[in-house]
């Protein structure tokens, strides 16, 4: 008997999209990148098969990141994609039109709200449900989000990081930063082209952070040789990087979060934080796969911090749940504050 797919979470991040369909768990996860073809604009690829072009295409075809900042830059595109990713998780039942639950930054607007929606039932959705991605995290990493003692996340996506303390299955305070996972690769280009005159790609960097890269220097230094064009000669070049140096390239990004972290703490009712203290910080998405990051905020905090199981896929984890208890979960998703 075929599983009809009636309802799909989606983790539509910057860099990365995640899809769960009930019944048959993660379905995609692939880059949020569409090639499309210039001048007519015609979506050649999407996901994986679009990121593998970036850097590599000839001038007509452009890979394009329809997501900025965790929040849709291009309409059309984000709409291409939407359906691609929705029908891949239908497969060949995509007769039924599908409910969907769909993660935004905490900081979304009602237009941007509005736009995610429209894209989501023009792609084929028959109902849409938009839910903050910290309660999505939080949920996904086991926090019980409707209880009423406070808990603190810190979710570092690719486009945004957002702390929040969640109570009651809403968000009490929160704070969201266009400093992330992004950010990160962008801050390794920079130390490497400063430090050893040598310019590397998107990929490379995030080769390098994902390998190597670490929020605190240690005594036992990962090293990790890498190759780029010298900038001097113009000739192509090895040189080896270790993490301390990559740790150094990341601090400024990482305190900027921690001081985040900081004024949430700050915005947050007394008893809350007493909670938060008692049970540490919960640390989730690709960014909390940094080496040492838990340690990190520990130490810029005081309070503990734990790294999520599965931090990468907290956010899609979150919607399924959602999606599967969608009478206890009513009050968050109506919660429109």
């Known amino acids: ?72 830059a291009d309409y059309y595109i984000t709409r291409a994609m939407l359906k691609y990713f929705i029908s891949k998780a ?14 935004a930054p905490a ?14 039932l023009e792609s084929g959705a028959k109902t849409v449900a938009i839910v903050k991605e910290p309660i999505l ?13 406070g808990n603190m996340i810190i979710n570092i996506g690719g486009g945004t990081a957002e702390v929040a303390v969640i109570s009651l299955g809403s968000v009490v305070s929160w704070s969201s930063l266009r400093v992330a996972g992004n950010k990160f690769d962008q801050a390794i280009i920079d130390l490497i082209k400063r430090k050893y005159s040598l310019s590397i790609g998107e990929q490379t960097a995030e080769t390098i952070k994902i390998q190597i890269g670490a929020a605190l220097p240690a005594r036992q230094k990962l090293e990790m040789e890498t190759r780029g064009r010298d900038l001097i000669s113009g000739l192509p070049k090895n040189i080896i990087v270790n993490s301390n140096e990559i740790a150094e390239a990341l601090n400024p990004h990482l305190m900027d979060i921690a001081t985040a972290a900081q004024n949430v703490f700050n915005n947050t009712p007394p008893e809350l934080v007493a ?27 005081g309070v503990e911090a734990y790294i999520a199981e599965e931090p990468l896929f907290c956010v ?10 969608l009478d206890t979960y009513k009050r968050t998703l109506l919660n429109k504050r």
């Open 275 to 301: 909670d938060v203290m008692e049970k540490g910080i919960i640390i989730s998405g690709g960014g909390a796969q940094i080496r040492y990051i838990d340690e990190f905020f520990k130490r810029m905090l």
């Open 1 to 72: 008997m075929p599983m009809f797919v009636r309802k799909i979470g989606i983790d539509l991040g910057t860099v990365n999209t995640v899809v769960y369909a009930e019944g048959l768990g993660f379905v995609v996860n692939e880059p949020t990148i569409v090639a499309l073809s210039y001048p007519d604009n015609t979506v050649i690829a999407v996901g994986r098969e679009a990121k593998e072009m970036v850097g590599k295409t000839p001038e007509d075809i452009v890979a394009y990141r329809p997501l900025k900042d965790g929040v849709i």
């Open 137 to 149: 995290a939080a949920l996904g990493a086991g926090i019980p989000i409707n209880s009423h003692s």
């Open 90 to 103: 239908l497969g060949n039942f995509n007769f039924f039109k599908p409910d969907l639950v769909i993660s």
């Open 316 to 325: 899609a984890k979150g919607s399924s749940l959602i999606l599967s208890h």
């Open 107 to 120: 900081g979304i607007t009602p237009n941007e709200k509005r736009a995610i929606t429209n894209a989501a």
